[in-house]
C-alpha cells in the first residue's frame, strides 16, 4: 500500500460519519475523516432512538455516563380534541431495546467524533470536500478527494489537499455530496415541507422535572393545523421545541403563533428564555436513486432523508453506519471492497427501513390510520406493541403484524419514485 493511499476517507463528521469510521479504525482500518465544520457546531436531530443502544456499546460509549436524558418514548397530543397517547418503548414486542436518549447535537456529535478519533480514526475537522474522482468516471482503481482547508496560504489562495483511498464513504448529511454530484437526488413533498425550531432555558424546576422525571424525557409531538410539534426536553432547564408543516413559505412567527395557541407549549415555555431567534429550513425530504458504486457508498442522510416526525434520522444513520462497516471491513480484509456490487446487500436492507418509515410518514400526513390509532380507538394490544417496536426503530423483524398490516395496503403504502429529480 502506498503511503498516501487511506483505506477509507469518510467525508462528513455527523453521526452517520462518526459512527462509520469509528467502527472501521476498531478493526484496524487507516481511516480519514474530513468534516467541514469544527465541532461543536450546532445541528437538529435531537431525539434518538432504542434501535442505536447496540451501537453505543460497540462504541464503548455510555451516553447516561456522558450526561445525555433518558428517554423513555414519545407522546402523541392532540389538545384541540383533547388526545393524549404514550408509547413507551418498554411496551414494544419482546427484544425492542427499552430506551433512547434525547441529545444536544452540538455535544453529541462532538463526542461521537471524539470517539471515533480515539479508535484511531484520523480526523481532520474544517475540511470541505470539493470534487471527488470515483473509479467508474476516472478509470482509476481508487478513489481521489480533494478539499479545501479553512483560511488561506501565504499568497492568498485558499489551501487545498488532495487524497486517496481504496473506499469512500459520503455521510455529508443533507448536503448529499455524490447524490448532488450526480444529480441522483429525488425530492419527496408529500411531507413536511418547512420547519422553524429553537431551544428555550432556564425552564421551571418544576416543569423541568415534570418532563426529564416524571413523563421520563419522553418527546412529545403534537398535531397542529397544517403540521406538527416537538417538544424534546433536553436536561438542565433547557428544551427544544419546532414547528413542522406541510405549507411553504415557514417563517418563525408560525412557531411563535403555534407556541402561544397550545396550552401545554405555553405552559412549559412560561417564564423561560429562548436562546435565540428561530432557524428556518425548508423541503429536505428526498432519496438518493443512487446509494452504493465501484469503491464508494452513501449512508445516513447523504443515502435518504425522511421528515422526521418519527425521529429515526440519527438512528437510521448510525445503524447505516454500523451495518455498512461491518461489510467493508470484512472486503478490505479479503480485498474485495472493488467489487462493485459490494454494497447492494446493504442498499437494500436501509431501503427496507426507507421504505416501512416513508410509509409510516404518509400515514401521518395523508390518512387517518395513526390518529385514530393514537386518539380515538384502543388498538389491538399487538398492533400497538407493533407500533411501539417501529417507533423504537426496530423495523427488521418479521413478526410485526401492525408492520404487516401497514406494508401490505396498497393504499397506505407509500412509493419512492413520487418523487421528483
Ligand atoms: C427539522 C428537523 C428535525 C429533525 N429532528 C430529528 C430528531 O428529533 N431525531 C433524529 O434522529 N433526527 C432528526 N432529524 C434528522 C437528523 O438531523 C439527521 O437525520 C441526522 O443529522 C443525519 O446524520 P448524518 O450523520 O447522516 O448527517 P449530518 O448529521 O447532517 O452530518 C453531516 C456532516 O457532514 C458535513 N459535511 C457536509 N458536506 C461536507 C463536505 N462537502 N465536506 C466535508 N464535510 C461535509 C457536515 O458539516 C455535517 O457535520 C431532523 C431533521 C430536521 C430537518
Redesign the pocket.
Known sequence: MSANLHDVIV????????TVAALLAKSGADVLL????CFP?F???????PCDLPIFERLGLKPLEAGFLYKAGAEFMDEAIGGRAVYEFAFALPGTPDHAYQVE?ALF?AWLLERSRALGAKVHQG????EVEIPEESGKDRVVVR?LRDGKGANGKPLSNEYHARYLID?????A?LGRLMRTTVVIDEFGLG?A?THWVDLSPEVDEELCVTAKGV?KVLCVDDGWC?A?PLGKRKISI?L?SRKRGIDGSWLMRTIEASPFLRRVTHGAKMVRAPRL?VS?SFYNRRQNGKRWLC????AC?ID?VF???????MVSAAHAADVLVDALKHGKEGDPDLMNGHVEYMHHAYNTYATLVYNWYHTSLLHSMFFCNTPPENLKRGLTSLLAGDVWRNDNEFQKILMESKKRRFVFEQGRA
Open positions: 467525508v462528513g463528521g455527523g453521526p452517520a460519519g462518526a474530513l468534516e467541514r465544520e457546531r445541528h437538529i436531530g435531537e431525539s434518538l432512538l447535537r456529535d475540511e470541505r470536500v470539493v478539499a455521510a455529508t448529511g443533507q448536503d455530496l420547519a425550531f418527546i416537538w424534546i419546532g413542522v429550513l429536505w449512508i445516513g442522510d447523504a432523508f422526521p425521529s429515526t434520522g440519527v438512528s437510521l444513520g
